[in-house]
């Protein structure tokens, strides 16, 4: 036996209303992923801080050589670290408010959809554009972030270089005087 006419309408409305909604949803299930590891990055930043701090503190009570270079280095270090915090930070916000207007986009759909409004139809369209604006902004705010960090990484090799040479520098003049290598390396 057919389906009476309204079961048919809505039947359709109700896989419309799905089928619309299923891009908006992707969308979203894309920026908590994005939230979940630019959460997990400036974790990192916090830890590389903490470490950053305990070797101030170590130069500071003595127990490090070349403390003035070391230092030189750890304010260079401390202030890339401040930055790639607010990198992250912003980026953070965008993938927030891309992750908002993807949900309003969703919620637009299916009140034109359950009321057939033809005079809204741009607002989905408009709330995911939008969306997608933000989200191009976060990613771009994380690539810019990333590559800040590389810089990060170079000046840490740049310096455990330093320490590497100044250690074979050490111990062949103390080899060739009788001393040993420098100490606190």
Known sequence: MPLPDHEILETLSSAKLLTSMITPAVLISACGTLIFSTSARLARI???VQMLKGEVEAVLEG???FPEER?????????KQRVRAWLI????AALYTATVLYVASSLAIALNVAYGSTETAWLPSG???LGGLFLLVASVLLL???RYN????ERHIDFIAFLEDSYEKGKKEGVAAGRPGPAGL
């Open 144 to 146: 810019y972030e990333s």
């Open 63 to 65: 127990k490090l050589a």
């Open 127 to 129: 709330l995911a554009l």
């Open 89 to 92: 930070q912003k980026a953070m």
């Open 46 to 48: 916090f830890d590389r």
């Open 150 to 153: 590389l810089r990060f990484i």
């Open 71 to 79: 230092m030189k280095m750890l304010k260079v270090q401390t202030r």
